[in-house]
Every structure is written in C-alpha cells, then in structure tokens.
C-alpha cells in the first residue's frame, strides 16, 4: 500500500505478528500465531447460522417492528376519525348514554318473592302492574336520552354556524386579506393565514362530526334497543331459575287439590298454567316493544339523508325468534309440566278416599231423617 494511502489508524503485518497503530495512543502487538487463532476462530463463529444470520435477521425484525407499527398507527388514525369515544363533542354523551342503557337493564319487568306461594291469577295481576310502572320508568329513561342527543345536535350543529359565520366564502386568501385591512398594525400575515387555516380545521370538523350525527343516532336506538332485549332475557332466565329451584318450603305457584265422583281435580289445569306464564312473557316482549324508538322522533328526522328509509330492528321479532330467549321459554315449560306431573303423582293418595267421598256424595238427609234409628240401634 502506498504511504499516501495509509489511514491514522490502520494495521501493519509482518512474519512476527500483527501491529494496530493508533494516533495519540500506543501501539498494540500481537503475535501471529495468537492473531491466526482469533482470526480462525472469529471465521468459525461467522459460520454459525446464528451469527451468520445476525446482522440480516437483527434489519428485518427492526424492519418489520416499524412497519407494523406504522400500520397500528394508521389503523389508529382511522378510528380516530370515526370513533365516538375519541370525539369530544360526542365522548360525555355516550359516557351518559351507557348509564342510561345500564339503568334500562336494571329496570324489573318480573318482581316476586320466591318464599312465597302465589296463585296464577294473583301472580299474573302482579306482574301486569309492575309492568306498566316499568313502562313508565322506560320512557322517562327515554326521554332523558332524546334530552341528551338533541343537546348533542344542537351543539354540533351551532359550531358548524359559527365556524361558517367565521370564515369568509372565498376561503383562506380571504380570510387574510379581509383580517389584514382590519388589523395590519396589530398581526403579522403570517399569523393572519395560520388563524384562518384554524378556522378551516375547526369547520371541516365540524362537518365531519354533523356527518356523524345519524350514526350517532342509530348507535343511541341501537344502545337502547339492545338493552331492553336483554332485560326481557335475563328476567325470563331468572324466572326459570325459580322455577328449577324452588323454595324447600313452597313452590312459586299454588295449585288446588279437590275431590269430584272417582276423579281428582287440579285448580288450574296445565294448560291454564302454561297458558297464563306464556302469556306474561310474551307481554313482557310487548312492553318493551312499545317503548318509544329514538330513530323515529320527529326531532332527529332533519339529520338523515333519506328520511323515508329511516328504518332499525324491530324488536318484537328480534326477541321472538331469539334462539336464547325460544330456549328460555322452552325450559319453562317444561320445568312447569315436570312440577305439575309430579303434583298428579302426589295426588294419587287422595284416590283411597273415593268410597268416603262417593259415600258422602250419595247420602240422603231426608231418608236419614225418616229412617226409625232407635229401632234399628
């Protein structure tokens, strides 16, 4: 190598060994047969895959690291965009939304005391009760709700008004040139382009969130509609419950036990007993089913595009063909046909009273009357 060439720092070799010069430092020697070893050795470890693959594999995980970052970072920006949760004109409103929901699901459709015994039609009068004051309770929650989204769209829409009213139709040059007659001694045109551009920012969101008022919308029905399918569930559920494990004392319905000639009578029958609770739950679905729709109020009509096909679940038939809530009603009554059997089977000891019962049902008073009973004592 020619002298011209050589770097401050480089390496000089000869028969005795190897010499690493360092400017401002002293050289380090090391013999050749000590170089030769780490060299073979170094040269035997760069065959190993593991270190072989190192430096490629160490690039490609940092490679792959930043692309899914960057794809979890566009993903998110997304979301932003379109996420409720991430918007502050609509987050405190859904925070609201969903205490509301919760209060819905915690509204009783059923109330009963499981350690008491009640005949069906004192237990059906019951329920029907506490069903019209839950109907009530409902459309109170309702409205607080419609309180809630009217709030929300008068706010969204009035930040649309003002930001327009702010910024002139000519857009951003406009705006700075109409700023800048007003106010030349007091702000830089700089400043004047950046608070109109501000402007701008604030009214395109502004926009988008207007936009977002109908999903907003149908999200809120869609909150309240799932909510009342799941009270009507889990009450039902519940209702079943009871009914598989009553209380040891008594069961949750009273059935009578009379006597007429060689038969024993049941009050009420089967079928008047599965009739009245099947009944009651299909009530119940009716209750819910006539709570008010937020998606068809007048009031929210103006922020959808196509009024006429405004259209959301029906939650009568939801519920109906529900295969929870069909499986819930089965188990009933079959709960109620397994108890009433074995209250059959319980009332077969009465049948060794029949002769007393047909004795006492044919007794004459008035031939017992003229009978001579001293005579015949």
Request: a positive charge; hydrophobic letters at 40%; proline letters at 4%.
């Amino acid at each position: 190598v020619d002298r011209t060439e050589i770097e401050p720092e480089h390496f000089t070799m000869s028969a005795s060994g190897v010499v690493h010069i360092q400017p401002g430092q002293p050289s380090q020697f090391t013999p050749l047969g000590q170089w030769w070893r780490r060299s073979s050795m170094f040269n035997t470890l760069r065959s190993i895959p593991f270190f072989k693959n190192y430096m490629p594999a160490k690039t490609y995980q940092l490679w792959h690291q930043n692309v899914r970052f960057r794809k979890y970072s566009q993903i998110r920006r997304r979301l932003i965009k379109k996420l409720f949760l991430a918007k502050r004109a609509f987050c405190s409103t859904l925070l609201e939304l969903n205490k509301q929901c919760y209060d819905l699901r915690m509204t009783p459709l059923l109330t009963y005391l499981t350690k008491h015994s009640y005949a069906i039609e004192e237990f059906i009068e019951t329920q029907n009760k506490v069903r019209t004051e839950s109907f009530k309770v409902f459309e109170n929650i309702i409205d607080k709700i419609q309180a809630l989204l009217e709030k929300v769209c008068e706010d969204v829409t009035s930040r649309v008004r003002a930001s327009e009213d702010g910024l002139p139709p000519g857009g951003l040059e406009e705006a700075a040139q109409v700023t800048s007659h007003k106010s030349q001694k007091s702000k830089s045109m700089q400043q004047i382009k950046q608070e109109a551009l501000e402007r701008a920012r604030a009214l395109a969101l502004a926009r988008q969130e207007v936009a977002m008022l109908a999903q907003f919308i149908h999200l809120a029905d869609y909150m309240v509609v799932e909510s009342l399918l799941l009270r009507v569930v889990t009450q039902s559920d519940s209702l079943y419950q009871d009914l598989q494990k009553p209380s040891k004392k008594s069961g949750l319905f009273n059935i009578t036990l009379s006597m007429e000639r060689d038969t024993i009578c049941f009050a009420p029958e089967l079928t008047d007993l599965t009739g009245h609770v099947s009944a009651m739950l299909d009530a119940m679905v009716s209750c819910v089913h006539s709570v008010p729709r937020l998606l068809y109020m007048a009031a929210f009509k103006p922020h959808f595009e196509d009024k006429a096909k405004v259209v959301g679940p029906h939650l009568g038939d939801m519920i109906r063909s529900s295969t929870i809530f069909k499986m819930i009603c089965s188990k009933i009554d079959n709960v109620i046909r397994t108890d009433f059997g074995a209250t059959v089977d319980y009332g077969k000891f009465a049948e060794q009273y029949f002769p007393i019962y047909n004795y006492a049902d044919e007794f004459n008073k008035q031939l017992f009357a003229e009978q001579d009973h001293i005579a015949n004592s």
